[in-house]
């Protein structure tokens, strides 16, 4: 049967990556072996044979936490790793639905269709009381190569049925949760630890997809995202890590006319932007990546 290795990042969350984990521990697995390989700077009060657990106490961001789980896969010949947020609860058959399709085509990163856990919504005050907990967060993700921003595909969206049928090919797949074969980390490598934060896994899906791999989002695998529960809701930190990491990633992959538009944007957040905007430009074209300047 083929192992899946599952990793968890945690970073001074003890009960949301529990509540995960706990989760996961439910998830039918007849026709695949797993484990969990939960990355953490702190002890957590849990305990399951089919939980491994890497500490490690500097912070390495989301790429170079989930990087650790992804060596260990690599070392120990998982056939499959997947990568999932702390802050989701599964659906107990998402992930063999998710096996069933990549075993057809090896070659495909795959991810669930997300909802917002229900209470979590942007907006919830919209919803009927009956809406809430089938609200799309995401259904793959799009790029904007003109702007480079990502936007999740459908996000707000109440699900009557419309997203059950036809898997989506997306631009990109979310790092809340993706499925891939180990070889795509033996062939492309792992997240860029440059990133350390946001734009990371858009980076990741762009050198699969340029490598032959195809993205893919299966509908009727299902879970569900406690928004917010993983970042700082503080603006800073998304001021700094988006405005340094697009000028990153837009260098390395939009097209010309998009890199002139990108640096005269940069140039702007330079002089009139808000104070974190203004570093993370000043950290990119100093060559400053991983944590930078965010302590």
Not at 86 to 100: A, E, G, M
Not at 213 to 218: P, S
Request: net charge positive.
């Amino acid at each position: 049967m083929p192992k899946i290795a599952i990793i968890i990042l945690n970073w001074n969350q003890p009960q949301l990556t529990i509540s995960t984990i706990e989760s996961f521990l439910k998830i039918e697995h007849k026709l695949f072996e797993y484990q969990i390989i939960l990355v953490t700077n702190q002890q957590l009060k849990i305990e399951n044979c089919k939980l491994k657990i890497i500490q490690y106490s500097a912070n390495l961001g989301y790429s170079g936490g989930n990087n650790l789980g992804i060596k260990y896969a690599l070392k120990n010949n998982f056939d499959y790793v997947l990568v999932a947020n702390n802050d989701i609860r599964v659906n107990p058959n998402f992930l063999q639905i998710l096996i069933n399709e990549i075993k057809i085509n090896p070659k495909q990163i795959l991810a669930p269709k997300i909802y917002f856990e229900k209470g979590y919504e942007f907006h919830k005050n919209r919803y009927k009381s009956s809406e809430l907990g089938k609200v799309i967060w995401a259904m793959g993700s799009k790029i904007d190569w003109g702007n480079v921003y990502g936007s999740n595909i459908a996000i707000d969206n109440v699900d009557h049925g419309q997203f059950s049928n036809n898997p989506q090919t997306p631009d990109f797949i979310s790092g809340c949760c993706l499925l891939a074969p180990a070889n795509l980390f033996k062939t492309i490598g792992l997240f860029d630890e440059k990133y350390y934060l946001y734009l990371e896994d858009i980076d990741l899906s762009v050198r699969a997809s340029k490598s032959g791999y195809t993205l893919k989002i299966i509908p009727n695998s299902i879970i569900w995202h406690i928004n917010s529960g993983t970042a700082i809701a503080a603006s800073n930190i998304q001021d700094y890590f988006i405005t340094r990491n697009r000028l990153l990633f837009a260098y390395k992959y939009a097209p010309l006319k998009t890199k002139l538009a990108i640096f005269r944007e940069s140039i702007k957040h330079l002089l009139f932007g808000r104070p974190w905007q203004k570093i993370g430009v000043r950290d990119y074209y100093l060559s400053k990546f991983g944590q930078g300047s965010w302590v």
